[in-house]
């Protein structure tokens, strides 16, 4: 009794959804869906994918002792009508034979083979499409449904019916097909290449028509950033061959592309966090991935996934450095800085992260970052640019003089015209006094908005001199 009335619940939960996002005239409540109906015994069974539009194809078959009956066919349904609460109503404007009915032939294990035309669907037939827990249970219908199928999958599928053949098996979409088609349709198409993708309210991609080419995800969506892919969302998508995943994308779920037979190259963000089991199982064709971090994340992150990385050529967009290990303080603002081009190594595999920032590599790192064109004239230095923007706050300061942590938060503060910080903001540092008279709006501000921090030990080293780790870190919280 407790496992009915939790599956009338959830029957009523996904018919509610069907009160939500409005449908475009003449359309069913899916991209595409796939129903079945066999008899008991197994002897009889068939096949019907509906898609949106109301066209559909089929195939069934009748085994006894005599031999094989088959039939396979298209057609349309038309004069699409939502009628009622989770019900849908259409006729069949057209059905053709798409194998050559009235033929038979011989084989040696079926015995004979005879192609018919359909029994069902009929040109002129009215059907009923009942979403999950539409059937009243005081309707014919649902007697002979709930005979057939049984209540779970009464209450949670799809049930397509022709409407003045009641003695007719309707046919019936599986559970888990019926609530990932109402998850499509209170989603928002996107449309890709050769088809498309299905997004939620939360950004998470939910859903891919199967037969899409290329998958080049977009970062926003419906005015909603793009960052999830989600369970077996383009599972099964036997065409698709190319995958490009925004940066702001962080997790791909469980199988999210498994199956995809013809899938060549894939493209995968520098802050992707979770890469889903079997996320990429079946992809035999995959020869290329592109991640935008550094190969130590992508190990972690392809464990697991399914990729064959013996078969696969991955390329790095983040330099890895031997001095900035993982669990170093620094390492997410280096590998943010790296792999945007903002900073470089110093060579031989090294990040340098204890070595001091002169005047000269900071004022010119931060013009760039504010816009200023910082590449040098014929003949000239790498710094002139730089310097000459902040030569007003400088004082005097020569490009290889070392930097210190107010001057910095100093540059940042006039650069942005100023701001106001928290007049309390530096009163839980044991130092503050240390803050010269210059620099304290400055350092107010950069500590009020995070740009600057102390030490862990309650000292904020205002006149400490400025490291490329302690660079690495402002400018990745600056901008």
């Given amino acids: ?9 959830l029957a009523l939960a996904l018919t509610a959804a069907l009160a939500g996002p409005a449908l475009a ?29 109301g066209t559909f194809t089929g195939e069934g078959s009748d085994e006894d002792i005599d031999g094989l009956t088959v039939w396979e066919y298209k057609g349309t349904f038309a004069d699409i009508q939502r ?30 083979v005879s192609y018919i035309d359909p029994p069902i669907p009929t040109e002129g037939q009215e059907w009923y499409l009942y979403a999950p827990g539409a059937i009243p249970d005081d309707t014919e219908w649902a007697a002979t449904v709930l005979q057939v199928y049984g209540r779970e999958r009464m209450d949670g599928s799809f049930i397509l019916v022709p409407s003045k053949d009641q003695g007719a098996l309707p046919f019936a979409a599986s559970p888990e097909d019926s609530a990932r088609a109402l998850e499509k349709y209170e989603s928002h198409p996107v449309k890709l290449d050769g088809g498309n993708i299905y997004l939620d309210g939360s950004g998470a991609v939910v859903d891919a028509d199967s037969y899409i080419e290329a998958a080049h995800v977009p970062g926003e969506a419906n005015g909603v950033p793009v960052t999830k892919i989600g369970d077996r969302a383009f599972e099964g998508c036997i065409q698709l061959q190319d995958v490009d ?21 894939v493209s995968l963000p520098r802050g992707l966090e979770t890469l889903g089991k079997d996320a990429f199982a079946g992809c035999s064709a995959l020869t290329q991935i592109d991640f935008g971090g550094t190969e130590t994340a992508f190990r972690k992150l392809a464990a697991g996934s399914g990729l064959d990385l013996a078969k696969i050529t991955v390329t790095y967009g983040t330099p890895e450095f031997s001095d900035v290990p993982v669990g170093h303080w620094s390492r997410k603002y280096v590998d943010e800085v790296a792999s945007d081009g ?14 001091t920032v002169n005047w000269g590599m900071a004022l010119t790192t931060v013009a760039r970052l504010s816009g200023v064109d910082t590449e040098p004239e014929k003949g000239g230095k790498w710094y002139d640019a730089g310097m000459k923007w902040g030569e007003k706050w400088a004082s005097g300061k020569k490009h290889g003089d070392v930097i210190r942590r107010q001057e ?6 006039m650069a942005n015209d100023q701001p106001e910080g928290k007049p309390d903001a530096l009163s839980a540092f044991s130092d503050a006094s240390r803050v010269g008279s210059r620099y304290l709006k ?38």
């Fill in 25 to 53: 005239a003449g359309m069913l409540p899916f991209a595409e869906l796939t129903f079945d109906r066999t008899s008991g015994v197994g002897a009889y069974s068939e096949t019907l994918t509906l898609k949106a539009d």
């Fill in 83 to 112: 009628v009622g609460e989770g019900l849908w109503k259409f006729t069949c404007a057209r059905v053709s034979s798409t194998v050559p009915a009235g033929e038979t032939k011989k084989d040696p294990l079926l015995g004979t």
């Fill in 408 to 413: 910095l938060a100093y540059i940042l503060w």
């Fill in 342 to 355: 903002t900073m470089e190594g110093v060579g031989g595999g090294l990040f340098g992260p204890d070595e």
């Fill in 442 to 479: 400055a350092m107010e501000w950069a500590v009020s908005q995070s740009i600057l921090e102390g030490d862990g030990a309650g000292h904020l080293l205002p006149d400490g001199d400025l490291t490329r780790a302690m660079l690495a870190a402002v400018l990745t919280r600056a901008f």
């Fill in 1 to 9: 009794m407790k496992r009915r009335a939790m599956i009338f619940l």
């Fill in 245 to 265: 995943l925004p940066e702001g994308v962080i997790a791909v779920g469980d199988g999210a592309f498994s199956g995809c037979a013809a899938l060549r190259s």
